[in-house]
């Protein structure tokens, strides 16, 4: 029996938090569109320079670019008994794309939770992350600060500032994220399985009121 959640929010609502949390409680593996970006962009595969460019620029990756990446994802083993998707889908093309992927494995996208935070939490969020250069683990300033200054808890290794982690670049992607996103959530609610979850909240309990929406059938 296969389980799809697919996370939605915007730019620092924490949806890869979330997803992390629901991987552990739920033992499905946490697909994070961001980390498939990185991992291309690492190995300069030809679609990982392809979306560092619009990356660096605040930009969202085009569907077509982001579906090839993800399709290879889901086509791996771990995936057998379903997914936590984070970041994926963003637009209504590529809604349809997962639909046909999932189609194919006889399942389909089970439940949406969309992280719901308002504008200003999200700029403030953002313009204070950190970015662990060796695995990309995140940090906060302010939420979640290191240890040790400048270096990553678990790794030992460097953390930096993203270009589109700044507050300028941050505003420009909610509002990218806003325009382009809307549609997606009013189709998800149109098909039912659309949850909204309030993200101004301790992540303990942004996780315990997603759990609380997760069928039955697939707690542990």
Not at 3 to 8: H, N, P
Not at 41 to 70: F, R
Not at 92 to 103: C, S
């Amino acid at each position: 029996m296969l389980l799809t959640i697919s996370i939605l929010g915007a730019p620092g609502a924490g949806k890869g938090t979330q997803a992390t949390l629901l991987s552990k409680k739920l033992g499905l593996p946490h697909i994070s569109s961001g980390d498939i970006f990185r991992e291309n962009i690492k190995n300069q595969t030809d679609l990982g320079k392809l979306a560092k460019t619009y990356i660096d620029q605040g930009e969202l990756v085009p569907d077509d670019v982001t579906i090839l990446m993800i399709k290879d994802r889901l086509s791996r083993p771990d995936c057998a008994k379903g997914t936590i998707l984070d970041g994926f889908p963003r637009t209504p093309a590529q809604a349809i794309a997962l639909d046909e992927m999932l189609k194919e494995l006889n399942t389909r996208v089970d439940l949406v939770p969309f992280i719901d935070v308002e504008d200003d939490v999200l700029i403030n969020r953002l313009s204070g992350r950190w970015t662990c250069r060796e695995s990309g683990h995140i940090y906060h300033t302010t939420f979640n600060p290191p240890r040790v200054q400048g270096i990553c808890n678990i790794d030992g290794s460097e953390l930096y500032q993203r270009d589109d982690d700044t507050a300028e670049t941050a505003k420009h992607r909610i509002q990218v994220y806003r325009e382009q996103t809307s549609p997606l959530i009013d189709h998800y609610k149109n098909v039912g399985i659309l949850e909204v979850i309030n993200g101004d909240q301790y992540i303990e309990h942004v996780c315990r009121d997603i759990m609380a929406v997760v069928p039955k059938k697939f707690k542990k």
